[in-house]
């Protein structure tokens, strides 16, 4: 694997890396607007959260072409750590809209 392929490499997995952690931060945020019964706030995060995971899932999906094209890619602790990013974001976004929903519940029947 030659010196540009490594670097493009260490870009995508960081990629994957930054995206999902904004998009658990953003999600956790937004859960706590909800608590706080700011609606408004808390889908304007829970957006944010959705569009880093979508930047998060991309860079994955790139990965998974470079090694359908027959490109080798090692598997090392940052690719593996990356997907733990990911897939904690995939679910801890899901999570963030039930909780959301169950908040609207409790607000509406609070009124």
């Known amino acids: 694997m030659g010196e540009n392929t490594e670097q493009d490499l260490m870009e995508i997995i960081m990629n994957i890396i930054i995206n999902a952690g904004n998009a658990k931060s953003d999600a956790m945020n937004a859960i706590r607007a909800a608590k ?3 609606f408004e ?9 959705q569009d880093s995971e979508l930047l998060a899932h991309n860079a994955q999906t790139q990965l998974l ?5 027959g490109q080798k890619i090692e598997l ?12 904690n974001c995939i679910t801890f976004n899901e999570l963030a809209r039930e909780l959301i929903d169950l908040y609207k519940t409790m607000g509406n029947k609070k009124d």
């Open 36 to 38: 706080n019964f700011d």
């Open 41 to 49: 706030l808390a889908e304007k995060n829970l957006k944010l959260a």
């Open 65 to 69: 072409a470079k090694e359908s094209d």
């Open 76 to 87: 090392n602790l940052l690719i593996v750590h990356s997907q733990d990013h990911l897939m």
